[in-house]
């Protein structure tokens, strides 16, 4: 029988010890397990903050489509309101020759008077081929002293092949132009009663209205009746016109007859 080892007891005991500690549970780390806890957390809270985020950011590019679809945009009433404002508007647009050819022939129908303004270009006469009516001015037979007056007459004639009946302005303003730039031109006149005409192909009736061998500009042409203290006109060449409304029988059409420029002298 050998004799016993004596740290035998020591080795045993810590045989055992490991034994027992292999089969106990380990000590739980509280600190990692929080830590671990809360970045899985934050890692939580980022995946659900970034899907919200990319989905309030299609709300919001829907809620501006959706807001733009309410938004009207421009229509032709729109630009049609914008373009009678400017045409409305304190200061005129430069007059030019296709103005005046607008305003005689109806696109913008604008008092007789109106249709040659001072310093404008005269409008072109009324075309036969658009008219059954036509318009005609018999100057003065001699030369008119300037800064005065005189009568002329004014021939309104069917050159069609039906009859035409309607109304004729009783006050036909005269224009009196040099070079086709109305130099003078007579205002609205009274409030004569118009006249009743009813002609047959061929036939015409005989108007008669005055003028004056003044000068006017631009500048004296305000929309109303000319300043009554023009200077004379100067001597020379010059051309008669006149406007004459017509309204046909039924009152819905209103034309400007705008007569050829007739030559007459001041002197």
Known sequence: MSTPDPNEPDRLAERLKRAADAATPGTIDVDEVLRRSRAARRSRRTAIVGGVGAVAGVLAVTGLVFGLQ?????TATDGQVALESAESGAVAPESTEDDALDDATGSRLVAPYEVNRCGAPVAPSTDAASSPLSATVVPPA???????????????????DDVVSGVIAANTPVTVARSGITVWHSGAGDDAPAIQVTLAPGASIALEAEFETRACTEADDTGGPLPPDLPALAPGEYGLGAVVAFTDADGATTVHLVSPLAPFTVG
Not at 70 to 74: D, W
Not at 145 to 154: C, D, E, L, V, Y
């Open 70 to 74: 309410g938004i009207p945009g421009p």
């Open 142 to 160: 001699g030369p008119v002293p300037p800064g005065t007056s005189a009568t002329i007459t004014i021939t309104v004639a069917n050159t069609g």
